[in-house]
């Protein structure tokens, strides 16, 4: 069974600080993986994903890697702004598991001014 | 271009209850999949639905239930309510049941047992 992790759980920071948020997953039989922003009692934005064949996508202030042999993927923000602070979420499609997300408990994430 | 709607925003019920929760998928979509979000955590994976059948289904029992219209709009069914089922309800939709097809989320519906 696939499960997901995200460390840490919370993350505060100043403004203006780059930061690294970590995902890990048991089975690296990975479709693809995603990483999604979620703010207070809102839906899933869709950030970056990242294919299985891929080492890292970047959007912006954003770059996230993948090492599926590792099971292991990072989100990078550069230069944190306080409109950053939201709960970050990645989540796999397993190979051959069809069409559903499996996702990681979340980081929340606090950008202090 | 209309987005992924659901209804209602917020609601609540007491321990026993049945209660549906509605998605309309994003203009061009065919399939919705539910997901249960509990404080704290992550989605969990109900079930998928595609030409009015479900396609997938995660780890949840019975109490549990989904029906998919023939405008692709869905409903999620739960009955005998408990405790536990208190949690934030998404609704996602996508062009068809492949993994490259990307799932887009609604902004949830905020379901709370007393």
């Known amino acids: 069974k696939q499960e997901v992790t995200q460390i840490p759980a919370a993350l505060s920071v100043p403004e203006g600080e780059n930061l690294v948020l970590n995902c890990s997953f048991t089975?690296?039989?990975?479709?693809?993986l995603q990483w999604f922003r979620q703010d207070p009692g809102k839906g899933l934005t869709s950030l970056l994903l990242?294919?299985?064949?891929?080492r890292e996508q970047t959007s912006g202030r954003l770059n996230a890697s993948l090492d599926k042999s590792s099971g292991r993927s990072t989100l990078y923000i550069a230069a944190s702004q306080p409109g950053d602070s939201a709960t970050y979420l990645c989540?796999?499609?397993?190979?051959?598991?069809?069409?559903?997300?499996?996702f990681g408990t979340g980081t929340q994430l606090k950008v202090e001014l | 271009d209309a987005g992924v709607t659901q209804s209602p925003t917020h609601l609540i019920k007491t321990r026993g209850q049945q209660v549906t929760l509605r998605c309309s998928p994003k203009?061009?979509?065919?399939?919705v999949s539910w997901y249960q979000q509990a404080l704290g955590q992550g989605p969990q994976f109900i079930f998928q639905?595609?030409?009015?059948?479900?396609?997938q289904r995660g780890n949840f029992p019975d109490r549990f239930s989904g029906h998919q219209f023939p405008n692709y709009s869905s409903e999620l069914n739960v009955n005998a309510l408990l405790l536990g089922d208190s949690a934030l309800y998404l609704c996602?939709?996508?062009?068809?049941?492949?993994?490259?097809?990307?799932?887009?989320f609604g902004d949830g519906t905020r379901l709370s047992i007393l």
């Open positions: 996602a939709s996508s062009l068809g049941t492949e993994p490259y097809n990307p799932q887009h």
């Open positions: 089975d690296s039989a990975i479709y693809n």
């Open positions: 990242i294919q299985s064949s891929q």
């Open positions: 989540a796999v499609k397993i190979t051959g598991g069809g069409n559903k997300l499996t």
């Open positions: 203009s061009g979509h065919d399939t």
């Open positions: 639905y595609y030409e009015e059948e479900e396609r």
